[in-house]
């Protein structure tokens, strides 16, 4: 799937907006491929997988495109 960067917060996580989907997608620094937490900017495209987390859909294996 891919989606956007909407926000990212200075502890490690942020959220990812998904076209067609009201819910942004929440992912940690510790599902990142490929690129550092810091090198990510708001407004990025990404590739990710989505997985049942502890408080609901998650990303994992998230990539910039």
Do not use: C, Y
Not at 27 to 38: A, I, P, R, T, W
């Amino acid at each position: 799937m891919t989606g956007t960067i909407k926000t990212l917060l200075d502890k490690g996580f942020g959220f990812i907006s998904r076209e067609g989907e009201a819910k942004d997608l929440f992912f940690h620094s510790n599902e990142l491929k490929g690129v550092m937490f810091d090198d990510l900017k708001v407004g990025d495209q990404v590739s990710f997988e989505i997985v049942d987390g502890q408080k609901g859909p998650a990303a994992t294996n998230v990539s910039r495109v």
